[in-house]
């Protein structure tokens, strides 16, 4: 089977930095036809500047990056510092990035590459704030039916929010762009807290991270070493989500995951549960379902796909 056609739409961000590296270790599956940076961790400087450190890391400058929208569609940017630092990769100490930032906008190659493909090809997968595909189908409705499916990290249902009591943030920074995506008829498949909150890096694996020997794998440990600060904190849990990578894993492993095809839908209006997922997860509506919702995996078989593939960087 030929490799899936993939967009990266990312807010790096340690968990987007392994994302990223697990799909460029892994050409037979997964054709990264280039990173697009959203602004949502920290600033779209940041975002597109720490995704071309992340290119390098893994040796693969071949990859165009694209800075995409600096703010969410009609909302002040919040970010995450708090959780991956000033700088948004804090942790490693990796060189500022020689690879040159592509001239042309994130949203534009978005709506360019889909224009250019015949529909179903190219699937997006968005790790953050979802303000870069809402503009793209904004200005180009016409791409909309050539998505083959996206693939995202967002959203929370048993496991409420990790920003506000009530939103997941890569959905809280940008709702209505959620809402856009959300109401697209696009077929999505989303990895929510309730899964990722379940993909812990225990020391246990964080060590084996360590223990593949390369820059790459070191680089791994230290970043989830700094990132697990805020959900030992907060949760009490054995070590840090890694929320983003159950996207690019799923590509690979699809059968790693499990979920329901539910209806899921976005506030956009109550200031008390602004961005909040609100998936029909028990069917108690008759709203139409929209989207594959994953709430669990076998953690054990996603670190050791994550582990085998980074030691091939
Ligand atoms: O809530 C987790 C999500 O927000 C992840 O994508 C993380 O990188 C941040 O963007
Ligand atoms: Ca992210």
Redesign the pocket.
């Known amino acids: 089977m030929s490799a899936r056609k993939i967009i990266i739409d990312?807010?790096?961000?340690?968990?987007?930095a392994v994302?990223i590296l697990l799909a460029l270790a892994s050409p037979d599956e997964i054709d990264v036809l280039g990173l697009t940076a959203v602004a949502?961790?920290v600033p779209l400087d940041l975002t597109s500047k720490n995704a071309r450190i992340i290119c390098e890391l893994a040796g693969k400058v071949d990859v165009p990056v694209f800075g995409g929208c600096d703010r969410p569609l009609s909302r002040k940017l919040v970010t995450?510092e708090h959780?991956?630092g000033k700088t948004g990769l804090d942790g490693p100490d990796l060189p500022d990035p020689e690879m040159q930032l592509q001239e042309q906008h994130g949203v534009d190659f978005i709506i360019d590459t889909l224009r250019a493909h015949p529909a179903g090809r190219i699937t997006l997968c968005p790790?953050?704030?979802l303000t870069n595909i809402a503009t793209a189908f904004q200005k180009a409705p016409d791409v909309v039916d050539k998505v083959a499916e996206i693939v995202l990290?967002?959203g929370?249902y048993f496991e409420v929010g990790?920003?506000t009591p009530a939103a997941?943030?890569?959905i809280y920074?940008d709702p209505e762009a959620a809402d856009i995506v959300f109401r697209s008829g696009v077929p999505i498949t989303v990895m929510p807290?309730d899964v990722?909150h379940k993909a812990l890096v225990t020391k246990e694996r964080n060590d084996a991270f360590r223990n593949i020997g390369t820059p790459v794998g070191m680089a791994v440990a230290q970043m989830t070493d700094f990132f697990e600060r805020f959900d030992k904190e907060k949760y009490g849990s054995q070590g840090a989500?890694l929320?983003?990578p159950c996207v690019t894993a799923y590509l690979i492993r699809p059968e790693l995951f499990t979920g329901r095809h539910v209806n899921v839908e976005i506030e956009t209006t109550s200031e008390l549960t602004l961005g909040m997922t609100v998936a029909d997860w028990w069917r108690v509506t008759d709203r139409t379902p929209n989207a594959l919702f994953i709430g669990d995996l076998d953690a054990d078989g996603f670190f050791s796909l994550l582990t085998e593939r980074l030691a091939r960087l």
């Open positions: 990312t807010d790096p961000g340690q968990d987007d994302a949502g961790n995450a959780v991956h790790l953050g704030p990290m967002g929370a990790n920003i997941e943030f890569n920074v807290l990722t989500p929320h983003d």
